[in-house]
């Protein structure tokens, strides 16, 4: 499928801003770090999760553990994506038993990711709360999901794609949008 470009709408520094914005939103809302948790649904989700954990600590001065959740098996739309699914796995190095879980991923659409990570999660334990920190909220939900901690609310039509790239992952921090 051919993509065109309509718009940028992050830069690295917008990127960095918005990332340390929701980091201290984190720290207010749960009155510091004690307890807290980010787990990254994979795959840009981790980065995210990364960039949350390394300002937590800079503003904290201790360590906030991170993990990665895999939610293919938990997909709803597993049979139509691909008929051998790659499975990356799940690492949480952490119980998360009683913890506050902020889940981490890099655009809020339909909600149905959220809600498979949320089902993935439930397996390794019973948190004690699960929060959701997303980079973009685009809107178009199909379940009752709602971010507790938004980057950056950016309206679209469902024929847009929003494009977010890390450093780590695609060698630049951008976030575009294209029209197919």
Not at 67 to 87: C, E, H, K, M, N
Not at 90 to 103: C, H, K, P, R, Y
């Amino acid at each position: 499928m051919q993509m065109t470009l309509k718009s940028r709408i992050m830069d690295k520094d917008q990127m960095e801003r918005s990332t340390h914005r929701m980091a201290h939103e984190i720290l207010e809302q749960n009155r510091g770090s004690a307890n807290i948790c980010l787990v990254g649904i994979r795959s840009r989700g981790v980065p995210l999760a990364d960039r949350l954990s390394r300002y937590l600590r800079l503003i904290e001065e201790r360590e906030i553990p991170v993990g990665v959740i895999d939610i293919t098996l938990y997909r709803d739309d597993l049979s139509t994506i691909a008929r051998q699914p790659v499975i990356k796995g799940s690492q949480l190095d952490f119980n998360i038993e009683g913890a506050t879980v902020v889940l981490v991923d890099d655009v809020l659409y339909t909600g149905r990711t959220v809600r498979a990570a949320i089902d993935a999660l439930m397996d390794f334990g019973r948190p004690n709360q699960i929060q959701l920190a997303v980079l973009i909220d685009r809107g178009h939900r199909e379940l009752p999901i709602k971010a507790d901690y938004v980057g950056k609310n950016v309206p679209t039509s469902k024929e847009e794609i929003i494009k977010v790239e890390f450093e780590e992952t695609d060698g630049q921090d951008q976030v575009s949008i294209y029209v197919a």
